[in-house]
């Protein structure tokens, strides 16, 4: 769906990027992650069509976003850092207008925009003026004038920068929604952000492709082990050594607990890629419920720090 080719973007002498290509694939929500000024926004804004590249192309759907920027662009909802708001329309008014610009046809725009702000949760602010908005909402309009026209590729920069925690998660739901059939880039600087919602991250360090991962075939160690963090209805004493005795365990270590007839246990698989199966099937037959289980992907941190350091 998105191919970069070899981008480079020079400032004199000064390469914000140099020689990055990357693919993305239709379906796929990729995370550009990396440091303030790591180059994150410029390679969005060349994806965009925003800015040009100094050397390198853009393809979106095989169409070059210079060469055949309508046809490229029409495919491309985008959201930058700051939300472009016309402070003096309403929501409804800024949405239609939206879709006007995206050449949405005329008769089919009420209803479209009405779709966009169910899915946006924008519905009951259609008549408030946008300089009335909390910064959560503005955001969410922000969102919704992406949206418009219903673009296949969805690029956003920084989408909850300066949100306080509720508006966080809110924002993060609406992004999980908004991922459903459609390819999203989008960049942050936060670890945990992208690991939430991130089939696959890219990481960007001065201007450099330092580290391409696949989330979804990633485990919690980099040398083919699996780690599972399981809590249990069973005592230790009962449970740890029938743990340790499975086929593909090469640790499993007790976590503290209060109390007695329940244990949190970190288990370490090696060289099987669904070792919850494995663990499901012993407890289930000890009849032990599981209270807890969850992969522990603790390896991006690390690879992170490991990619910015020189």
């Given amino acids: 769906m998105i191919d970069i080719r070899n981008v480079s973007k020079r400032y004199g002498t000064v390469y914000a990027l140099r020689d990055v290509s990357l ?99 924008l519905t009951s602010m259609r008549h408030r003026l946008l300089s009335h908005l909390s910064k959560g909402y503005r955001q969410r309009a922000g969102f919704a004038q992406a949206l418009c026209g219903d673009p296949e590729v969805l690029v956003l920069d920084e989408p909850t920068v300066g949100l306080d925690p509720k508006q966080i998660v809110e924002i993060r739901s609406l992004i999980m929604k908004m991922g459903k059939g459609r390819t999203i880039v989008f960049s942050s600087h936060i670890l945990s952000e992208v690991q939430q919602l991130c089939d696959r991250v890219v990481i960007l360090h001065d201007g450099v492709v330092k580290t391409s991962l696949n989330l979804k075939e990633q485990g919690a160690q980099e040398n083919g082990n699996v780690t599972l963090l399981a809590t249990v209805g069973a005592a230790e004493k009962s449970i740890l050594p029938r743990v340790k005795a499975l086929d593909g365990v090469v640790k499993a270590e007790v976590q503290p607990g209060r109390h007695v007839d329940q244990t949190t246990m970190l288990i370490t698989f090696h060289g099987l890629t669904e070792p919850e199966r494995r663990l499901f099937a012993l407890l289930s037959g000890l009849n032990v419920p599981i209270l807890h289980l969850s992969r522990q992907n603790g390896n991006l941190e690390q690879l992170f720090l490991r990619a910015i350091s020189e």
Avoid at 40 to 46: E, F, P, R, V, W
Avoid at 52 to 73: F, H, K, N, Q, W
């Fill in 23 to 121: 693919s993305v694939e239709k379906g796929t929500v990729l995370g550009l992650l990396g440091q303030n000024g790591a180059g994150k926004t410029t390679l969005l804004n060349i994806l965009t069509g925003y800015l040009a590249p100094t050397s390198g192309s853009v393809l979106l759907d095989g169409r070059d976003v210079l060469l055949e920027p309508e046809e490229a662009r029409r495919q491309l909802g985008y959201l930058p850092e700051v939300p472009p708001l016309y402070d003096e329309m309403t929501v409804q008014e800024y949405l239609r207008y939206a879709a006007e610009l995206r050449n949405v046809e005329k008769r089919s725009i009420p209803g479209h925009v009405d779709e966009v702000m169910e899915l946006c949760g």
